[in-house]
């Protein structure tokens, strides 16, 4: 089996909240090319910068953290004409982390000033450094992979 990877995926809290309580992950607003990047056994933070989708209330924080689960991608109609491509996930319980205190430790973050750029980007590899110091903060030190 190859080394896990890991990724940042950035979706409001509200949006997270129904992956992590379904099972799924999304990215990139259900596009399947980020998730033909990712393998069983990678892990994957989600970021929210927003509380809500389409609505201003801030959240800037890792809101869920899980690993990617054997499997293929595959759609889900959700209606409208909306099907978005999706990923099993195993998600833990964890703590929501701000990440502000957190900034000027992450080197995918190379903008100190304009730390929100990365993110803009809605999925993306880190190091596992990076990782680990999330990590660290979201999750009881026994889950740490």
């Not at 379904?22 to 259900?30: L, R, T, V």
């Not at 100190?112 to 999750?139: P, S, T, V």
Request: glycine letters at 8%; proline letters at 4%; a positive charge.
């Amino acid at each position: 089996m190859n080394e896990p990877r890991f990724w940042i995926a950035v979706a409001s809290k509200d949006h997270v909240i129904t992956g992590v309580k379904n099972g799924f992950m999304q990215a990139n607003h259900g596009k399947r090319s980020p998730l033909r990047r990712v393998s069983p056994g990678d892990w994957v933070i989600y970021y929210s910068s927003k509380l809500v989708y389409g609505e201003k209330t801030a959240c800037q924080a890792f809101t869920a953290l899980g690993q990617v689960k054997a499997g293929e991608i595959y759609t889900f109609d959700m209606g409208n004409g909306f099907v978005p491509a999706r990923r099993d996930v195993d998600f833990y319980e964890c703590e929501e982390v701000a990440i502000r205190p957190l900034i000027a430790k992450l080197s995918f973050i190379q903008d100190k000033q304009r730390w929100g750029y990365m993110f803009r980007f809605g999925f993306f590899e880190i190091e596992r450094e990076d990782y680990e110091r999330i990590a660290q903060k979201m999750l009881p030190a026994a889950v740490l992979a």
